[in-house]
């Protein structure tokens, strides 16, 4: 069924063409993103721009009529940030999928906002370049998404997440006015640093068409350890020792429900009996020598399991199992993903908190996580069919983030506030803090129509 395509859509239609879509079979698939339980709206059009100008254009339309705009790179989000507001434009940056220069001098790649990450390593890869940041969407999730949610991923214990590796972004404001923020050189301290302040802004402030990603050199050697351990506050034992000895690049825990949800579905024979599971990479000249000093890190945290391998096609078929955690934990039923960060000396108490919460509950939680970073993703898995065990759910997902604050955590740590953890800003960051976020929003974005009611 095609929506009437009056008003702000004919001026749109007019204007861009077969570049909007009103098809609400096609709109459908534009709703949502990957947090499933996070409300949603109709949208009255899509717009999938394939140029700057079609971003402009839509924005200048929202802009004069007043109708909110949320922007969407490939909806892997789990906060529900891209899901659509009644009423909205949908801007969809798919279809801006170009990577426009990549210059191995600069060590840097120039991209429009759809470039899929995966495709970005790829593609840098063939010149000996390696794009860092790695979250576990990397296939499908898209450059746009990653700056704008400032996502995470397995490196980030020793390169940083993606806000690290951006030198320069263009943007278009709600009025229409394209910025550029950053500078072509490697240094550049010059007025406020507005690269960072959209990085992580969740389509609330501009909407970035295009960006010029760092690069590093590929590192020569990799080294890859995985440690199982009786529970898992012996693994984060570990960890805390491992940062005394090396310096891993990824430090990943998965504890037993989610080993056991993994072997069910990979049949990659992870060790079953193991309370939790630590995989450790280390990389460069050293990685051998690192991965021999985590390895005994791991021994003197009783390990009871102990692997280490110099092959990076091993090591990343050992990752693998650590990526399709979630979707692993999804077979056994609907699921709700938290994203907590806590300093990693309060994992422990994180972790046991967890524990009891999940055992208070009735709830099966399966927990995995970057543990260097103390950033956990506790997934409860629960029959949403069943309104009872929904509510549950919800209780249990609450306690979770009240004691991570209480830890001195953070609300997130990578996916984002979205729709599902703005209730928990305030108390993270305090309320003359969340009035400057708010301030600085309308400064860009005066009438309020990018991604209104989200990130903060
Ligand atoms: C299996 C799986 C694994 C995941 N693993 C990780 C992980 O390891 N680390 C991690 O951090 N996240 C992870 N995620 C979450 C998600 O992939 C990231 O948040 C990702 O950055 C979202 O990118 P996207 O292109 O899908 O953006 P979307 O979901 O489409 O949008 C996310 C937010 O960014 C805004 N946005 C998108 N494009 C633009 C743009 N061009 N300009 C301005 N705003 C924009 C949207 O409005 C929205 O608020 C995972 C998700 C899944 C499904």
């Excluded at 499908?140 to 397995?154: D, E, K, M």
């Excluded at 928990?424 to 991604?451: H, Q, W």
Aim: charged share 20%; net charge negative; with cysteine.
């Amino acid at each position: 069924m095609t929506v009437v395509t009056t008003g702000p859509v004919a001026a749109l239609v007019a204007a861009l063409g077969d570049a909007v879509v009103t098809d609400s079979a096609t709109m459908i698939a534009y709703t949502r993103d990957q947090s499933l339980l996070s409300p949603s709206g109709h949208p009255i059009a899509v717009v999938r721009a394939r140029t700057t100008d079609h971003v402009v254009t839509t924005l200048k339309v929202a802009h004069r009529q007043g109708i909110p705009v949320v922007t969407r790179g490939a909806g892997t989000g789990l906060a529900g940030g891209a899901n659509a507001i009644d009423g909205c434009i949908v801007l969809s940056t798919e279809k801006l999928d170009r990577i426009l220069a990549i210059d191995e001098q600069s060590r840097t790649a120039t991209v429009e906002p759809g470039v899929v990450n995966g495709d970005l390593a790829a593609a840098v890869a063939e010149r000996g370049l390696w794009y860092v940041p790695d979250p576990g969407s990397r296939d499908i999730s898209t450059i746009g998404g990653n700056l704008a949610t400032n996502a995470g991923g397995a490196c980030c214990a020793k390169y940083g997440v993606t806000g690290d590796h951006v030198a320069r972004i263009t943007a278009v404001l709600a009025d229409g006015r394209i910025i550029h923020t950053g500078a072509a050189t490697r240094k550049n301290v010059a007025g406020f640093d507005l690269t960072r302040l959209l990085v992580g802004s969740e389509g609330t402030l501009a909407v970035i068409v295009e960006a010029t990603m760092r690069l590093r050199r590929t590192p020569a050697h990799t080294a890859t350890v995985v440690a199982a351990f009786s529970d898992a506050v012996h693994a984060v034992d570990a960890v805390m020792d491992i940062q005394a000895v090396a310096d891993p690049s990824l430090v990943e825990l998965m504890d037993q429900t989610t080993i056991a949800a993994v072997n069910d579905m990979t049949h990659m024979g992870l060790d079953n009996t193991a309370g939790a599971l630590l995989l450790i990479q280390c990389d460069g000249d050293a990685a051998e020598a690192e991965a021999e000093r985590s390895a005994d890190a791991c021994r003197a945290a009783a390990a009871t399991e102990l692997y280490v391998s110099t092959d990076p096609a091993e090591g990343d078929a050992l990752m693998q199992a650590r990526r399709v955690a979630l979707t692993a934990l999804e077979r056994r039923g609907s699921t709700l993903l938290d994203d907590l960060a806590v300093p990693v000396p309060r994992l422990p108490q994180m972790l046991d908190a967890i524990t009891r919460i999940a055992d208070r509950h009735r709830m099966l939680i399966g927990t995995f996580g970057h543990a260097a970073d103390g950033n956990l993703h506790p997934t409860i898995v629960f029959d949403a069919a069943d309104p009872d065990a929904a509510d549950r759910a919800h209780q249990a997902f609450d306690e979770m983030v009240t004691r991570c604050l209480a830890l001195g955590g953070s609300i997130t740590g990578e996916h984002g506030v979205g729709e599902l953890k703005r209730r928990y800003l305030e108390p993270m960051v305090g309320s003359v803090e969340r009035s400057l976020m708010t301030e600085i929003k309308a400064v860009f974005d005066p009438t309020a129509i990018l991604n209104p009611g989200r990130a903060i």
